[in-house]
């Protein structure tokens, strides 16, 4: 398939807000995007042991189960929600000759496995991190699918934003210009069915230079798969500086995660025409409705926060697997507030 080229600051469909519509044509996108497959690739064939028990949480086409079988697993359950797809996984898995291939249609907080597993696998992180829901998914997972001292495959995962200036990108969705795979996506319609009020109450997925960021990146979220706690509210204050005079138009977020000791997979890369930036991916931007002037020595105040879903909407499962956001702050310049934002997907 000829994917879809990119340039940078070229606004693209928010695909981690819409994960139940993805087609065959974005599973693509994801089985040729290099960074995420030579990581994944690398990090299973590293931690895969002979007759491991293995959980692949959201299979899709199966390409990390059969990775996991290719090193020497004895077992995988593959849990997929989209049950052609699954079906459609299976068949192939069976005709490349591996039989180890369990499938187990549904969501994973709904199923149970006829066994505690060795090692959970996983590609559910969103380009915000947890924009995909991955921190309650995995650690339900953990409790309940993971033998004690079991491995989880990714390990860690770090959120880390900062503040831009992109008048591109920002005329782009005060336009409603945003590009898609095909038809399948539209944008007016995710805006209606979140319930969202403002095209910019949304994060959209969009390669932002690093010659566009007004300050220094922040970590925000750093999360232990093995260990930590998934809240599913939280609210993180952080301030930068602005290093140069330009209009603050959002914030960019990108991720990095430690898929095992040896093998971190970051998104951050800004050089398209150096492979260097993710095809599936691409960085999270949260823009402003309005442009701020900001100057050289203003302090940028962000509370970045997750929502509980206001919308109880459909099964307690759908509920628990909605991820909305707020951004939110000011601007202050000599010990005053010059301005202030507010945007919220609510």
């Known amino acids: ?15 981690s ?51 996991a079988l290719e090193a020497g697993a004895a077992t995988v359950y593959g849990i997929e929600v989209n049950q ?11 005709a490349a000759g591996h039989t180890g291939f369990q499938p187990v249609p549904g969501l994973s907080y709904d199923v149970l496995l006829p066994e505690p597993v060795d090692l959970v696998i996983s590609e559910i992180i969103g380009n915000l991190g947890d ?23 990714p390990q860690r995962l770090t959120t880390i934003l900062v503040p831009v200036s992109s008048l591109q990108a920002h005329a782009q969705i005060a336009a409603g210009q945003c590009r898609v795979l095909n038809g399948h996506y539209e944008l007016e319609s995710l805006v209606a069915a979140l319930g969202l009020s403002s095209r910019f109450n949304l994060y959209y997925d969009v390669i932002v230079p690093t010659s566009c960021q007004i300050a220094c990146p922040r970590t925000v979220l750093q999360h232990d798969f093995l260990t930590s706690a998934a809240p599913s509210s939280y609210r993180y204050d952080m301030e930068f500086v602005a290093l140069r005079d330009a209009p603050l138009t959002g914030f960019k977020g990108v991720f990095e995660t430690m898929l095992c000791e040896t093998i971190v997979l970051d998104i951050a890369g800004d050089d398209i025409a150096g492979g260097a930036t993710s095809d599936s991916w691409k960085h999270s931007y949260m823009p402003l409705e309005t442009p701020l002037e900001t100057r050289a020595g203003d302090l940028i105040r962000l509370s970045f926060e997750r929502l509980a879903d206001p919308q109880q909407v459909g099964s307690e499962t759908t509920a628990r697997l909605s991820c909305r956001y707020s951004w939110h702050g000011d601007i202050e310049r000599a010990g005053q507030v010059i301005a202030t934002f507010s945007q919220a997907m609510s």
Do not use: S
């Open 131 to 153: 924009n995909e829901d991955c921190l309650r998914i995995l650690a339900d997972a953990r409790e309940r699918f993971l033998k004690p001292g079991g491995l989880m495959l």
């Open 84 to 94: 052609a797809l699954l079906a459609e996984a299976e068949r192939a898995l069976r």
């Open 17 to 67: 807000a819409n994960i139940f519509g993805w087609d065959r044509e974005f599973h693509a996108l994801m089985l040729n995007d290099r960074i995420r497959m030579d990581a994944y690739a690398a990090a299973i064939a590293r931690v895969v042991r002979p007759g491991m028990t293995v959980l692949d949480l959201g299979t899709g086409t199966g390409i990390l189960a059969r990775w």
């Open 1 to 15: 398939m000829q994917l879809a080229r990119y340039e940078a600051e070229e606004v693209w469909f928010p695909f």
